[in-house]
């Protein structure tokens, strides 16, 4: 499947460019793209598709475009 | 004191116009900021007057590493608060800690109230009371600029914290202004600096301050400060687009506050990111001394004022939470509309987040008709509308008419007197913050000594959680408790919480030693529960009971990104955490 | 070739302090701003400008020529070094510094004049501050 992934700046050490195309083989879920970019999980809070958060086990169709977030933080 | 034995207490009172200095040796086990802060509030507040009263403190309080190790830069401000009548803590990064640590002061307390406006100049010479009356009326950058041309010989040197007209007015969520883009916000020091007729503070120094260690220090700085400025490292996500990257992502999980809570998501988030800011209207980035992160970001707010292109410019600093308070809360979805909300909210010297807050409920009272125009909000305050919003907000500063006095005093008390309790979205007494994530964002703020998210980051655990996910009320009140505790000693050093991760056990122990002060973790975890057993002692003093709060409806009403949360469920969790706080700090 | 100070980029300065604690650390091991050898000052208060007031390495300087007892060398690239044992203390060279960037040490009662060895440049995060090759 072509899966687009794409993040801020926040993930420039671990993601070449703002958007990154891949090819996952099926069935895959939305984490596994992590493991695709040699991506560190813990630094990721959420998986968005579309601009919906979704469980990172929910699974990639084709096409789907996934945003990572770091964790929610404040001040 | 850094290399010594005891930490140097300025005492300086307003009425007599006198200063003192007191070298303690036993508040060293309180190590600094919050956990010295603390200690004398106790010692100098009075329970029996109201909070505004002329004897009660003002505490500032540097910490025990202040600026000679990266992103260790704040200072932590204890008051008895006007919004709460209870624990008043606030802290702010700027200039302040460096400039008291070159004055030579570890802390000051200042008590009384003066017979007319004065701002305090402070340096190792002492304490110089100014006359403040030209400045009474000023916003904090009039203030600030006569200051500084009034202190010739200390730039560079310097801090210079203010309050605003709102201050002045004794707004019961009043800020302090710290070197002009941060501030001591929540909980009302500024009132508490208005009724003082303390206008302001410009503190400088040249103190020398020998490196006792240089090859220990060094070593140890270096580390730090490489993690620090690693470009794609820890800290870049607050350099870069900074916290306001939070719009799209509480967004995209349904924990965004809009619209006075009524719902978590907006349409149309990419136009108010965080990286729509940062592409549009960001000009430039600041940093606290002793911080190579930057993370105040400046957007330029660019004013029409007269038809013709007539325009005046403001940088404005922008964070997440006054995007949620300023923007999603009332609906604002232009970005230079926020921006121009925030900048009135700084020309005031309110707390931006109360004052948000306080302006969604009073939209949602108007738009219910349960007050009205006439008689309360004098215009048509209206969700989505920044011209009536910026009006409300300099009635609240100027106490306009009844209305606007009693919300400058709280969410919570206006709606006392004028109704709307259940959407009257406060926790606590205080204002809430920009997180409806699930039952850690809502009773960590509750239960939290100064009912802040960041306290005990409550909504962190949330997001741990999977939606609907099993709770299970006693692990969640100790996830809470360990990280409000962790959150105490942290606080005395005083850390920039942005850089908590760097600032693990080991490092933290790394930097005592090369300052010759070796700790062990269990030395730590002691002084934690030593700040946090203060904490406590002056809440419960001030009347405050954890089991007596009650939380407005509307929180159990619209569903967190986690799911709808139950009330019972809350009070759990509150009765568990209450179990944990009576360990800590036995009643 | 020497080298030499320059502060170019001081429009991305963020005003963090880094190279003056640095300085200050590792050329006079003090924890102080005040011992430090360039001096970052804001022009219109925070929501101004940031500039560093630094030595600039003249080739001329007006420090030296004005120090009754030749404590001011004149280094290659511009500048001049203390030589501590001469100095009288009369603080005639803080006034005569055309840049006004010559501090005083209290510690030693000496002059605090940049030597540019360049440890400030290696603590900037924006890299505002550069060595620059120049003429001996």
Known sequence: MNITVTAGSWARAWLPGDKVQLTLPHPAVVQDVLAALNFPADEVGLFAINGIAVPQDTPLNDGDTVRLFPVAMGG | ?587 | MAKVLRTEGMGRCIGCFSCMLMCAGVNRKNHSTSRSAIAVQTRGGMSGKFVAVVCQACSEPKCAQACPTDALVLRKGGGVTVDESKCIACHTCVSACAAQAIGWDDDVNAPIICRHCGACTRFCPHNCLAMEDVED
């Open chain 2, 1 to 587: 004191m850094l290399y010594e034995k005891f930490i140097r207490v300025l005492y300086i009172d307003m009425t007599a116009q006198t200063s003192r200095v007191e070298e303690r040796e036993d508040l060293m086990p309180y190590l600094g900021g919050v956990g010295v802060g603390a200690k004398l509030l106790e010692e100098n507040m009075r329970p029996d007057l109201p909070p505004l009263a002329p004897e009660q403190p003002i505490v500032l309080a540097m910490g025990a590493l202040s600026t000679i190790f990266p992103v260790i830069t704040k200072t932590a401000a204890m008051f008895i608060s006007p919004l709460t009548g209870e624990l008043g803590e606030s802290y702010a990064g700027g200039r302040l800690a460096f400039a008291m640590q070159q004055a030579g002061y570890d802390a000051l307390v200042i008590t009384g109230r003066a017979d007319q406006p004065y701002y305090l100049s402070i340096d190792e010479t002492g304490v110089k009371f100014r006359d403040a009356r030209p400045l009474w009326n000023t916003n904090r950058d009039d203030a600030g600029r006569y200051i500084r041309d009034n202190e010739p010989g200390a730039r560079g040197k310097r801090s210079i914290i203010r309050i605003g007209q709102a201050g002045e007015n004794e707004v019961a969520y009043a800020c302090v202004t710290v070197d002009r883009y941060r501030h001591f916000g929540r909980l009302g020091l500024g009132a508490v600096f208005g009724s003082k007729l303390l206008k302001a503070v410009h503190i400088s120094g040249e103190r020398s301050l020998p490196v006792h260690d240089f090859k220990q220090y060094f070593g140890v700085f270096r580390q730090l400060y490489a993690k620090a400025d690693q470009p794609g490292g820890v800290m870049s996500k607050y350099h870069d687009q900074g916290t306001p990257i939070n719009i799209e992502a509480l967004n995209a999980i349904g924990g965004l506050p809009t619209r006075n809570l009524q719902t978590t998501r907006v349409d149309d988030a990419e136009t108010i990111s965080g990286e729509a800011f940062a592409e549009n209207d960001l000009v430039r980035k600041q940093a606290c001394v002793g911080c190579p992160v930057g993370c105040i970001h400046i957007a330029q707010y660019r004013r029409a004022f007269n038809p013709g292109f007539d325009y005046e410019t403001h940088g404005v600093s922008y964070d997440y939470e006054l995007l949620f308070a300023l923007g999603t809360f009332v609906e604002l979805k232009e970005r230079q509309d926020i921006l121009a909300l925030i900048h009135e909210v700084e020309v005031c010297g309110h707390d931006a987040m109360s004052a948000g807050v306080a302006l969604g409920w009073a939209c949602e009272m108007l738009d219910r008709g349960l007050i009205n125009v006439e008689e309360h909000t004098l215009i048509p305050v209206k969700f989505g509308d920044v011209d009536s919003l910026r009006q409300a907000l300099r009635y609240i500063a100027s106490a306009e008419n009844d209305f606007y006095r009693a919300l400058g005093k709280g969410v919570k008390h206006a709606a006392e007197v004028y109704g709307g309790e259940d959407f009257a979205m406060q926790l606590g007494g205080n204002e809430m913050p920009g997180y409806h994530t699930g039952y850690g964002s809502v009773v960590g703020v509750v239960v939290s000594a100064r009912h802040s998210h960041l306290c005990n980051a409550g909504y962190s655990i949330d997001q741990a959680l999977q939606p609907g996910e099993h709770i299970d009320p006693a692990a969640v009140a100790k996830k809470l408790m360990t990280e409000e505790l962790e959150r105490c000693m942290l606080n005395s050093l005083v850390i920039c919480l942005f850089a908590r991760k760097i600032y693990d056990r080991d490092t933290v122990r790394k930097c005592f030693a090369a300052v010759g002060r070796e700790m062990t973790d269990d030395e730590l975890d002691e002084a934690a529960r030593r700040i946090y057993a203060t904490k406590m002692r002056i809440k419960r003093a001030l009347g405050y009971d954890n089991s007596q709060v009650k939380i407005p409806k509307r929180f159990f009403e619209t569903p967190t990104s986690y799911g709808q949360l139950n009330e019972n469920t809350a009070k759990e969790i509150i009765d568990e955490f209450n179990k944990l706080v009576n360990e800590v700090s036995p009643v």
